[in-house]
């Protein structure tokens, strides 16, 4: 089998630590060997986090080459632009569409672009691109801040991973603390029906 | 591992998603450690967060220490007394704990004692990158080096056995890479705790001079003999067929195995598992059988310049390829990219066939805005850096310090000129202050405090040094995930402890303007900074205030978020141009809005806006 590849990029403190480690429990549970490799400290607060994922028989490398990736998920718009160097013409593009503007960007230097002009590049440089308004969807769990859970059921709702629905539910179990895991599980299923419903 | 009694409860043969740091804690419990200690530092904080976790019911004593060199004289003092012991801390908390480290191979040990370091290539959290193997050439004693998690457990066993056999401490090296990977890692069985028993042995341990040149000589011995057992390690590995010899240690034999399979070339690799003291005589035979070798390591040339001069004392020619001929950096980490092309080249290939980036990207002509790493929304730092800004001292010069608030640095807020190590701040506004006479704000967190700060500050006093102090005391250790400290009142499982206060200890070291003060009272922050300037002498100010993530953690959370009154908000943006919190950004018609998923809900922005247009509850928009 192939190594996957997924790139997890987002903002400290929306949970891409969380969606890693799921991701590759997910991966544990089908007989899988996976890799997370995830930046700690000073490189969270509030601060770009990009989270590699890697899942297949043997893996070596923790970081994922340079146009390597099979996933981006970008759990927010301006994560997933910067981690296009791992993008080639194959990527899907996974893209949470609620933005977090960085301070840096209001007070000098340049502007955050236009969701619109962001959708463009990734279609631009990827195979395919699906966007979703994930905390919009999470609210209807009761917790916007579940987003990460709804991007990882669109991800598995995709199919596009050697990883059945139950071993991500699994995963999830593994993963998250025991009193959240039905918010977890209910938001990751909005995520599931989301992806089944759309033609990538 | 969402559940961390698994380092407990996992039985051997199970398997588990652990981060690096959890294996090595794991292999730790394995080994049966009976004495593991710390100060925390990414890389490394989680191997004994994970261990205090489980702590109690493994019956092991573990300790945040105040620092990393008294962190490794407790573990020492264990491990000299009979019991395994381990201490663990980033690359840059061992030049803190190298004074005792540089003796103790002298000494040696009796119960096995590991010394982890972890490395930051790339600087991802540390103010520099490097590379701790050096300390076991320094030192003169064994190092370890794991290339991921199962490893990581699984050496720690090996490095328990060599470190009873020399008596000696083994240093063992982790890098981010490692350490913040998570991987499936098998159990295995746990070992008993050695029984402590301490006997006098005065040639032994006690460094007068004339027993420390002998003891130096007995170091040189038991390293001689190591040399064997480093031979005859059987985690040095020959993996692969090929012309082409490749030696390699550590995260860098990832890189190389992936790159190999990339550009489909036969090579055989040496992937050595103990870096110090060299396998010689494995390296010698491997030098014998291939040409061209290529040495790939991150970070510095440690085992290129060895095996250089190794082949040329033993009259060896093989060409040997290094940094220089690879250009691969002595900086940054290494990636699959690099790798790959420079095996390509070695092979004399063309480097022009292989592709990685997405070719479409030079086409992309966008700038991508930045996201440095900000305080948090509620962060009480915040606060005392407005107050700092505020309260109007000219002239000042900035010196702050390693923590969270050394991203006070940053716009809007722009408090710190100077950043060097932990600590510095006490002793650099003193050199400061002193060359220039000018006003000198000296910043520094309440756990960086006990660990350095203090015989800088009695220095401050007893030389009459003039400056302000100002110890941001968020009552934990924010930015490594919350640890307790000597000033936080609570041990290092988190019960109740005597509460050492940074007032207190500032006024015993002779400190005479000691203020403590709430950040989020503005006016009494901005009124004793002026009075602190206008002290002749130094004086300290703690700015007193919880983390605001640990106070959301707790029963209170977090309060409910604010929203900005459009009607009387003129727009002048001092919310966001002077005060820049993440969760204000700029919303239509050119006024502030407030992100209701981000407010923390301090109420700070609330306090200071001009047109008192904020509070209330969430925004609309």
Do not use: W
Request: charged share 20%; net charge negative; with cysteine.
């Amino acid at each position: 089998m192939r190594t996957r590849n997924v790139v997890v990029a987002g903002v400290g403190g929306q949970g891409v630590i969380l969606f890693a480690a799921a991701l590759a429990n997910a991966a544990l549970m089908s007989d899988l060997d996976a890799s997370v490799s995830e930046i700690h400290g000073m490189a969270q607060r509030g601060g770009s986090v990009i989270s590699h994922v890697r899942i297949g028989e043997r893996i070596h490398s923790p970081t994922i080459p340079e146009g390597g990736a099979d996933v981006i998920i970008g759990l927010e718009p301006l994560e997933a632009l910067r981690s296009l160097p791992f993008s080639n013409e194959r990527t899907l593009a996974l893209l949470n569409t609620r933005r977090i503007v960085p301070i840096a960007a209001l007070l000098r230097g340049p502007k955050y672009p236009e969701l619109e002009e962001i959708l463009g590049i990734l279609k631009r440089f990827c195979g395919s691109v699906l966007a979703i308004d994930a905390p919009e969807l999470a609210k209807r769990c009761g917790s916007a801040r579940a987003e990460n859970m709804v991007m990882l059921g669109a991800l598995a709702g995709l199919g596009i991973l050697p990883i059945p629905i139950e071993s991500f539910e699994r995963g999830i179990g593994e993963t998250v603390p025991r009193g959240s895991l039905e918010r977890n599980l209910e938001a990751f299923k909005l995520g599931v029906e989301f992806a089944r419903a759309q033609k990538v | 591992m969402g559940n961390p009694r698994v380092l407990i409860d996992g039985k051997p043969g199970s398997k588990h998603l652990l981060l690096g740091n959890e294996a090595i804690a794991r292999g730790l419990i394995e080994g049966g450690v009976s004495v593991a200690t710390t100060y925390p530092g990414t890389p490394a904080s989680e191997i004994v967060d994970s261990l205090a976790a489980v702590a109690e019911e493994a019956g092991i004593y573990v300790e945040y220490s105040t620092n990393e060199k008294v962190a490794l004289e407790v573990a020492a003092g264990a491990s000299l007394s009979g019991l395994r012991s381990s201490t663990s801390m980033k690359m840059v908390g061992l030049n803190v704990a190298a004074d005792a480290l540089m003796t103790l191979g002298y000494l040696g040990v009796r119960g096995g004692m590991v010394i982890i370091t972890a490395d930051d290539p790339n600087c991802y959290s540390s103010q520099n990158e490097q590379d701790n193997r050096y300390y076991a050439l320094m030192a003169n004693i064994p190092c370890l080096e794991p290339s991921n998690p199962q490893e990581a457990k699984d050496m720690l066993l090996d490095a328990y056995r060599i470190s009873e056999e020399l008596e000696l401490p083994v240093l063992y090296r982790s890098v981010t890479r490692l350490s913040h990977s998570r991987r499936p890692v098998v159990f295995g069985e746990i070992a008993r705790p050695r029984r402590a028993e301490f006997s006098r042995d005065y040639e032994r341990f006690v460094m007068v001079p004339a027993n420390a040149r002998a003891r130096h000589v007995a170091l040189l011995e038991k390293m001689e003999a190591a040399k064997g057992i480093s031979d005859s390690y059987p985690r040095n590995e020959e993996l692969g067929d090929g012309e082409l010899g490749i030696i390699t240690s550590g995260n860098a034999f990832n890189y190389v195995m992936d790159a190999i399979e990339k550009i489909e070339a036969d090579a055989s690799v040496l992937k050595l598992g103990i870096v110090h003291p060299l396998p010689e005589g494995t390296i010698l035979g491997f030098l014998g059988e291939h040409s061209p070798v290529l040495i790939i390591e991150e970070l510095e040339p440690l085992l290129e310049m060895r095996i250089r001069a190794l082949a040329n004392e033993n009259s060896i020619g093989t060409k040997i390829l290094g940094k220089r001929e690879l250009s691969l950096p002595r900086h940054g980490e290494l990636s699959i990219k690099q790798v790959a092309l420079a095996i390509t080249r070695a092979l004399g290939r063309d480097p022009g066939g292989l592709r990685f980036e997405n070719p479409a990207l030079s086409r992309l002509d966008l700038e991508i805005p930045a996201r440095p790493p900000v305080l948090c929304p509620g962060c009480p730092h915040r606060a005392s850096f407005y107050a700092i800004r505020a309260s109007g001292i000219r002239d000042a010069i900035f010196i702050t310090d390693i923590g969270c608030y050394a991203l006070g640095s940053l716009p809007p807020l722009s408090v710190g000129d100077v950043l060097m190590c932990m600590g510095a701040s006490a002793g650099l506004s003193a050199g400061v202050s002193k060359a220039t006479g000018k006003p000198v704000v000296g910043i520094v967190g309440d756990s960086t405090f006990f660990h350095a700060s203090i015989p800088a500050l009695i220095n401050a006093v007893y030389n009459r040094h003039r400056y302000i102090y100002v110890v941001l005391d968020n009552m934990t250790t924010a930015m490594t995930n919350f640890q307790p400290h000597p000033g936080s009142g609570l041990d290092s499982l988190g019960r109740p402890a005597k509460r050492i206060l940074i007032e207190e200890v500032s006024r015993g070291c002779g400190v005479e303007f000691v203020k403590v003060i709430d950040p989020f009272d503005f006016e009494s922050a901005v009124g004793a900074l002026r009075e602190a300037l206008a002290f002749d002498g130094p004086s300290v100010l703690v700015f007193r205030r919880e983390c605001a993530i640990l106070k959301a953690r707790k029963a209170e959370g977090r309060g409910p978020p604010l929203s900005i009154d459009r009607s009387k908000c003129t727009g002048c943006l001092l919310c966001i141009n002077r005060f820049g919190c993440p969760a204000i950004t700029l919303g239509e018609g050119g006024k502030p809005s407030i992100d209701a998923m981000l407010c923390n809900g301090c109420g700070f922005c609330a306090l200071i806006c001009p047109q008192g247009a904020i509070g209330g509850s969430a925004d609309e928009d």
